[in-house]
């Protein structure tokens, strides 16, 4: 079973700035071959589509909550996936979660989490004054 790895939660105020990666310790696992979206979840709540970047085209898709302020992105490279978020928000505060699922377009679905195939165990970030 394929397992992704979340870094780069931690506290930060408001208004403060966040990156997350994603990476996997598969050496085989090319995430440019999956579509691969962040969610998250609060204490209570369920887990919510966040954003998610497609292998086809690597289109972009965004929470409206989160538009304007979160950006995602690849580095090819490092097969790595990042989360750049800023102005964070106290209701930004949750357990982040990336998942993946083999290439193709969903433009209309990618914020639904039982498509996924593959997660990570999730990082925690807190906003806090």
């Known amino acids: 079973q394929v397992q992704l790895v979340e870094s780069g939660g931690g506290l930060v105020q408001p208004g403060g700035s966040l990156r997350l990666s994603c990476t996997t310790s598969e050496s085989d696992f090319a995430l440019d071959n999956y579509s691969i979206g962040w969610f998250r979840q609060a204490p209570g709540k369920e887990r919510e589509g966040v954003s998610c970047i497609s292998t086809v085209g690597g289109n972009t898709y965004y929470a409206d909550s989160v538009k304007g302020r979160f950006t995602i992105s690849r580095d090819t490279v490092k097969n790595m996936i990042y989360l750049q978020m800023n102005n964070l928000e106290q209701e930004d505060a949750a357990a982040y979660y990336c998942?993946?699922?083999?290439?193709?377009?969903?433009?209309?679905?990618?914020?639904?989490?039982?498509?996924?195939?593959?997660w990570g165990q999730g990082t925690q970030v807190a906003v806090s004054s």
């Open positions: 998942a993946a699922v083999p290439g193709g377009e969903y433009e209309s679905t990618w914020y639904r989490k039982e498509g996924y195939w593959y």
